[in-house]
């Protein structure tokens, strides 16, 4: 949770990518449970960076509990799909932090949240393309079994020190 002057912020939790990344392990494919494997692990990166900033600033993060997220997909594409709409929600509340700091006239705030504009735009290309693919492929069996091997070479770089 961030308080910023009147204003609330809860943003979601990246468990969801975690408990995708479950389900893609329990029905065998590993490129998937990969893929979402690191989306976890970035996503958690960015909640760190939002903190330090928060800390470097005298704010205090709040840490609530984490909600229930869901647990199954019936197939990749209704995944991603949620993968799409999840990033949608986060890049709405940026937006709307960084709008907030311009009427504060808050230069600092709106220097930091660039990286995450910037960053929101390449997560919501990320995910449309993967949707897109999968909409080519449908069912066919191949087509998922090479995207799985395609998604399986992603690797985990971690955020810079700053």
């Known amino acids: 949770m961030l308080n910023y002057g009147r204003h609330t912020f809860t943003f ?27 989306q976890f692990k970035e996503e958690q990166d960015h909640a760190m960076k939002f903190i330090n900033y928060l800390l470097s600033r005298g704010g ?11 647990t199954e997909w019936a197939t990749p594409l209704e995944a991603f799909e949620d993968t799409l709409e999840y990033e949608q929600k986060v890049t709405a509340m940026i937006n709307e932090l960084y709008s ?9 705030t709106q220097s930091m949240l660039k990286w995450f504009i910037d960053e929101q735009v390449e997560e919501e290309e990320t995910a449309q ?4 693919a999968l909409k080519m492929i449908k069912d066919n069996g191949f087509g998922i079994y090479t995207l799985d091997k395609e998604l399986a070479s992603r690797t985990y770089t971690p955020l810079a020190a700053e």
């Open 100 to 108: 907030i700091a311009l009427e504060e006239k808050d230069y600092a």
């Open 129 to 132: 393309g993967i949707i897109d």
């Open 60 to 70: 205090t993060p709040l840490l609530k509990p984490i909600e229930e997220v869901k």
């Open 12 to 38: 979601p939790c990246p468990y969801l990518y975690l408990s995708m990344s479950v389900n893609f392990s329990v029905k065998g494919q590993p490129g998937f449970a990969n893929w979402m494997s690191i």
